[in-house]
């Protein structure tokens, strides 16, 4: 029964995590008016009828905090770079001088930040939802092997395990948020 108990409390951890990742590539991408090459991660150009991250095919990098510099390894697909960044509604106005392409970062109001870190709440709040929902689904199969037999003792001591995990990844799911709260915020 033990092994049944380990592996409930296995799989709820790693589902747990994978919350936790999914919340931080979300994080990821809400802009603190800071310029970042992650930015662009969700960009992806047809590359000779190929859908390819732009990652993939050019240079990403940040000169300053406000500007974004893409420098293609292919100069011919310039504009399809464009197209894409454009495309993709990440609010951003790429510009081609022919070598490399510049995207400057606007700095936030204080509107946007308040509405970005209402954002941020949001997709926290989503994930101890998701966290909740994993503690609920390793308790009912810790209910389960009750019925078949598991003591009383071994499945609060189970269940128990639940919980501290459920309590570690909730207060993870914290930090994100405040730390992603004060960089926002941060001017």
Do not use: W
Not at 45 to 54: C, E, K, N, S, W
């Amino acid at each position: 029964m033990t092994e049944e108990i380990e592996f409930i409390l296995d799989f709820a951890q790693e589902q747990m995590q994978e919350s936790i990742s999914r919340l931080e590539g979300v994080l990821s991408k809400i802009r603190a008016g800071k310029a970042s090459p992650q930015m662009l991660s969700t960009v992806k150009v047809d590359y000779y009828g190929a859908i390819t991250p732009l990652s993939q095919m050019a240079n990403i990098n940040t000169p300053d905090s406000q500007t974004i510099s893409i420098q293609p390894f292919d100069k011919s697909v310039m504009g399809d770079i464009e197209k894409a960044i454009t495309e993709a509604n990440l609010g951003l106005n790429p510009m081609n001088n022919g070598e490399i392409i510049m995207i400057n970062i606007p700095a936030l109001t204080e509107e946007r930040r308040k509405d970005l870190v209402k954002q941020v709440k949001l997709e926290t709040e989503n994930c101890k939802v998701s966290v909740r929902n994993t503690r609920q689904k390793a308790n009912d199969e810790v209910k389960k092997l009750s019925k078949d037999g598991l003591s009383e003792d071994m499945a609060r001591d189970a269940e128990s395990s639940v919980q501290t995990l459920t309590d570690e990844y909730i207060a993870l799911t914290d930090k994100h948020f405040e730390d992603k709260q004060k960089d926002v915020m941060t001017i």
